[in-house]
């Protein structure tokens, strides 16, 4: 199947109302993609707000996002130096009341710390838009409801035999783009505030992220494993 075959599949099979999203990492600038234009706020989930709402594929970077968060999951920038941490929190709880205070913050970045990995390589730019219109993306993101994402995780324990790993916190780049991006594992998250407001999703919808080549491994076996799943517990015709 080529990603025009996988999406329409994704959003056939699943009833979903959002295209499915791809996100590629570039070691290089894509001088044959565009680059986005502007300061995007707050950063990446905004961007990918609008590539759902029929922006064309293109490439992000460090200066064309407010928060960080996206580029720092994709290695396009560095993690945000301890000396500033403090600060960067004042800002963040400026606009929305993230924490009670400091103290709690810093605390949740520890915590955070012990469950992310860090992305090693440095990357130049990170390309967002439809999974059906980037070639080989890393990570693929489908924005269903849970019924729809209990499908998803059925047919990968089917294929693979591994669980997915699913992630509540003050967050969804960390838990959408920089887990599976560095683990090569799935994810799954309901995020947090900015991911759901910007991206525009329901009160129904949750995120789960895979990495493409994992997707691979299971997409032709969803169509089979969606009926068998609707069908659960009624007699096996023989």
Request: glycine share 8%; proline share 7%; hydrophobic share 35%.
């Amino acid at each position: 199947m080529n990603n025009n075959q996988i999406a329409d599949v994704i959003k056939s099979v699943l009833h979903l109302r959002k295209e499915p999203v791809g996100i590629k990492v570039w070691k290089e600038e894509p001088l044959s993609v565009p680059k986005y234009q502007g300061n995007a706020f707050p950063g990446m989930c905004t961007q990918i707000g609008e590539i759902l709402t029929g922006a064309k594929t293109f490439h992000t970077s460090l200066e064309n996002c407010f928060c960080t968060g996206g580029v720092v999951a994709t290695g396009v920038a560095p993690p945000v130096p301890e000396e500033q941490k403090e600060e960067l929190i004042e800002v963040h709880n400026s606009i929305s009341k993230s924490y009670k205070d400091v103290e709690t913050a810093l605390c949740y970045e520890n915590e955070m710390a012990k469950r992310i990995p860090l992305v090693k390589e440095i990357n130049a730019a990170v390309q967002v838009g439809l999974l059906r219109d980037i070639d080989e993306p890393d990570l693929a993101l489908i924005f269903c409801t849970p019924g729809a994402a209990d499908i998803l995780n059925r047919t990968y324990c089917y294929a693979t035999g591994e669980p997915v790993q699913g992630f509540g916190g003050n967050g969804g780049c960390p838990f959408l783009l920089q887990y599976p991006y560095v683990t090569k594992k799935p994810s799954f998250s309901y995020s947090d505030v900015a991911w759901r407001k910007y991206i525009g999703l329901s009160d129904e919808e949750l995120t789960m992220s895979f990495p493409y080549q994992r997707l691979l491994l299971f997409i032709d076996d969803l169509p089979s494993i969606a009926e068998a799943y609707r069908r659960y517990g009624e007699p096996v015709e023989e």
